[in-house]
């Protein structure tokens, strides 16, 4: 066999950083990973190299049978990239972590690792977009069947079970309306069912809540996202057991090659380091800005965990630290004039900010602002954004280290101009 399709892969016998073995989550977020180089760094070094020298040629022989642990090919296994992994894995609580290029080639990674033509696949409706085109469409030409089913309601994914189901794969809070799902009643159900659960972690992060601890299989991650957190790179993780990764993941990415660069890497470990104080206050500004759009007269109805409007909240509240910083909101207008004057309002007040960036990413320092209709969802057609509550008057705020008053006043410059109908 090639390097390619042999199997056993992570470097484990590359040594560990010292640590005390009892040091919390703040100090992994910044620690964990391999020890410093011969240089001793303190800073984590940048490894910008496809491959690796081997010393002589019976050695790498060994290594490319998995007989000796040792860094070989970036495509797999490059230093950088592995002290992204092992971070965020302690993030999570999880054994294992793989880095990989992209959010939605995690879970094209976990879908390749873990399911076969003839399997089936539960999801939630309200996942990520494309998430559902992954599973809908590209699964589906190989034979994977997807049942849809209600993000709130568990009663539901149990129902949806048969004797093939492979995976039940779950996001909360979801994009643009943070739904939350009960990831313990969930984890329950796949249990029984011998199926796995994966969920995706994107909007809370490790810093807020972690999905392993409430029974999840797998932890995806879009490193684009919280990870990052300064819109810089396009990144993407999904964390297992050391078992999974070895035998089921690991195989796939050497074979189909998903991989994480190190420059993104590093850019993505950097950003660990501040996730859990970012988090915090990008969660209260956020509470601030859900509490104060649900007393502007123009704003129909918030969406915000962290609130108690919320029909999730004390769900959400159990299993989060905090709300999380994606606050959603209708403006008013549908039951005036119906979806085009909702749209026209919410339009507008979008486009009357001077502060909030119109773009459809989140997880930046810069507060964002979209319309979920037309942008992240346009894809949908309207009976489907119907169903999924995803109105045209909503606008999606994913609420970044702004001042939150600037941020107040930059909504006001639309909203108290918004015509009176
Ligand atoms: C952005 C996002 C993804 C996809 O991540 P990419 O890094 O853009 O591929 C997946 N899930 C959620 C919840 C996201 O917000």
Redesign the pocket.
């Known amino acids: 066999m090639s390097d390619t399709e042999t199997g056993k892969n992570k470097p484990s016998g590359i040594p560990r950083v010292q640590l005390p073995p009892d040091v919390r989550r703040d100090t992994l977020a910044v620690r964990e990973g391999l020890p410093p180089g011969p240089w001793g760094e303190n800073s984590e070094a940048l490894y910008l190299t496809s491959s690796f020298v081997q010393p002589d040629a019976a050695t790498a022989a060994r290594r490319f049978a998995n007989e000796e642990d040792a860094f070989i090919y970036s495509r797999f296994t490059n230093p950088t990239v592995t002290m992204f992994e092992r971070r965020l894995a302690a993030l999570e609580g999880a054994e294992a972590c793989i880095g990989t290029?992209?959010?939605?080639?995690?879970?094209l990674l976990l879908g390749m690792g873990v399911l076969k033509a003839g399997d089936h696949v539960i999801c939630s409706r309200s996942?990520?977009g494309?998430?559902i085109r992954l599973f809908a469409g590209e699964f589906g030409k190989f034979g994977v069947e997807t049942t849809f089913v209600s993000q709130t309601d568990p009663d539901e994914w149990r129902r949806a079970l048969k004797p093939n189901t492979k995976l039940l794969f779950a996001?909360s809070p979801?994009?643009p309306l943070t739904e939350v799902c009960d990831i313990r009643a969930l984890s329950a159900i796949a249990k029984d069912a011998g199926a796995f659960l994966a969920v995706?972690n994107?909007?809370c992060s490790p810093a807020l809540q972690r999905p392993i601890e409430y029974g999840a299989d797998m932890v995806?991650?879009?490193?684009?996202?919280y990870l990052d957190g300064q819109g810089r790179v396009?990144?993407?993780a999904l964390c297992a057991t050391q078992q999974m990764v070895d035998e089921k993941f690991m195989p796939v990415l050497r074979s189909a090659g998903m991989s994480l660069s190190a420059f993104n890497a590093w850019v993505v470990l950097k950003g660990l380091e501040t996730l859990s104080i970012r988090m915090e206050a990008q969660s209260a500004r956020a509470l601030q800005l859900g509490a104060w759009l649900e007393m502007q007269e123009q704003v129909e109805r918030v969406f915000y965990p962290g609130l108690k409007s919320h029909p999730q909240h004390e769900l959400a509240m159990a299993q989060q630290t905090a709300g999380g910083a994606v606050v959603s909101f209708i403006v008013k207008g549908e039951m005036q004039g119906g979806a085009a004057l909702a749209r026209s309002n919410a339009f507008h007040v979008i486009d009357s900010t001077q502060v909030c960036s119109i773009t459809a990413?989140?997880?930046d320092t810069k507060t964002t602002i979209t319309h979920p209709g037309s942008t992240s969802h346009g894809r949908m057609t309207e009976e489907q954004r119907q169903a999924a509550g995803i109105t045209q008057g909503v606008i999606r705020v994913a609420v970044g280290l702004d001042d939150i008053e600037d941020i107040k006043a930059d909504l006001l410059r639309g909203l108290s101009t918004l015509l009176d109908q």
């Open positions: 290029a992209s959010g939605m080639s995690a879970i996942v990520f494309s998430t996001e979801t994009n995706d994107c909007f995806i991650h879009s490193g684009t996202k396009i990144a993407g990413n989140l997880g």
